[in-house]
């Protein structure tokens, strides 16, 4: 992984940061730009939080992917009066453009740097948790973690706190059961405007993305081998036939894996899929799906990769025992590991999120409605504070219904209403045939 050099933070009106290059900021304001034009949803809250301004007052950290859609989520935030400081929420995620035009152009307090090493990554997380936040965002549940260990001195000011991922949520709910939850928490994630349609379309679509721009490899006759049948395993594998791969899935839920043969995938075990692949991808949130007796099967030129939140799914250091070659840098974001077989496999993006290490992440028009979800849920919360206790909440359905209406009407796409004779009927028990 690239070492990061260190930035100390200028002392002109600039906010504070740790950024790759200010130099690249009209790049990243050009993207950011592009990026908004395709997330109506958020725009339009960025219009009214100006007007209204629901966060004054209030300190936000956010630990996210650094991308033009975050970009624009913070946008949206910081016209909502809140001060925001932002950093990575994946070593490899940051987009460097980006994270240079918001503090220059946007006045956004940044630390995060592409390829920033683990030492870095968690002193980012400390400089922006030093602004003593009563809002915190995650994308992975690593700030509300450190507020429980080594800073959990600043716990008590938390107000509310959001969460982006599947993952995340599991690891708060678990917090929750063990009775150790120190503030209440949102499972954005869980809001049907996210995870039904960015999880399993923004994945889909940015996981291939990824894979493409890392290898320039045809999918089209290759077997992909799809672990984890959850939404984004879902969008995954069925972008992945769309580009004409034969797609084998393996699960380890009998509901899910049943799901997946109706769905018309081939089905099997990852002892059995480990000889057929040509590209394997695991989405299962899970640790070491792919393992060393995995990789000892496997075909020669096998591409490996992750999108599943952590880069644990893959064991890659069982990988580097047993492999009697190492290759770093094939190519960008491809390391190649030669095997007693003979055999080299090829690991993508060091096993973390391929999407974002080699590709862009989900397109904006997808992140506008998770992003819609998380600005709409951050107001919600804090209008609602007085209420919360130290659990994990759902989004308000209101939420996602206000969403989705905008986004369809942002797509010019009408709908039916029912009539009241259709209300009636719906609420009747007593009319049949
Ligand atoms: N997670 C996946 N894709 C993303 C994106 N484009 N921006 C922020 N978070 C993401």
Redesign the pocket.
């Known amino acids: 992984m690239t070492q990061t050099q260190t930035h100390t933070p200028t002392k002109s009106a600039l906010p504070r940061h740790d950024v790759r290059d200010l130099a690249l900021a009209p790049e990243g304001k050009k993207r950011i730009e592009w990026a908004d034009k395709d997330m109506p949803v958020l725009r339009a809250i960025r219009e009214r939080f100006a007007k209204e301004k629901p966060l004054a007052g209030y300190r936000m950290a956010a630990c ?2 650094i ?1 033009t ?2 970009a624009n989520l913070l946008r949206a935030l910081q016209a909502g009066g809140a001060e925001i400081v932002a950093c990575a929420s994946n070593p490899l995620s940051t987009q460097d453009d980006n994270a240079a035009s918001l503090v220059k152009d946007f006045g956004i307090s940044v630390y995060a740097i592409k390829g920033e090493d683990r030492d870095t990554y968690f002193r980012h997380m400390n400089a922006a948790l030093d602004i003593k936040p009563n809002v915190t965002m995650d ?1 992975g549940c690593d700030l509300v973690s450190l507020l429980h260990g080594e800073r959990k001195d600043l716990a008590g000011n938390i107000v509310a706190s959001m969460e982006e991922t599947t993952t995340g949520v599991i690891r708060l709910k678990a917090m929750e059961q063990q009775g150790i939850l120190k503030f209440p928490a949102v499972a954005v994630n869980d809001a049907m405007c996210k995870h039904f349609f960015d999880n399993r379309y ?1 994945t889909g679509q ?1 996981t291939l993305d990824g894979v493409i721009r890392a290898t320039d490899h045809l999918i089209a006759g290759k077997t992909v081998v799809v672990a984890g049948y959850g939404y984004c395993g879902k969008g995954v594998a069925s972008r992945a036939r769309g580009l004409g791969g034969h797609v084998v899935v393996t699960e380890i839920d009998p509901i899910k894996a049943i799901e997946a043969v109706m769905d018309g995938f081939q089905v099997m075990s990852m002892h059995e899929a480990a000889a057929k692949g040509d590209i394997f991808i695991t989405v299962t949130g899970n640790i070491h799906v792919i393992r060393e007796e995995h990789f000892r099967l496997m075909k020669d030129g096998a591409l490996v990769c992750n999108s599943g939140h952590f880069d644990v799914e893959l064991d890659l250091v069982a990988l580097a025992r047993i492999a009697t070659k190492t290759h770093k840098g094939l190519r960008e974001f491809v390391d190649g590991y030669t095997l007693p077989s003979g055999h080299t496999v090829m690991v993508l993006g060091e096993g973390r999120l391929i ?2 290490a080699a590709a ?3 397109p904006a028009s997808v ?1 506008d409605m998770s992003f819609a979800v998380q600005a709409l849920a951050t107001e919600w919360a804090l209008k609602n504070k007085a209420g919360l206790k130290p659990q994990v909440y759902n989004v308000p359905a209101e939420i996602d219904a206000w969403v989705a209406k905008l986004k369809l009407q942002s797509m010019a796409v009408n709908i039916d209403t029912l009539t009241p004779e259709q209300v009636k009927y719906l609420s009747s028990h007593d009319m049949g045939t």
């Open positions: 996210l992917h991308t859609e975050t994308d923004g940015s999407n974002l862009h992440g989900h992140m």
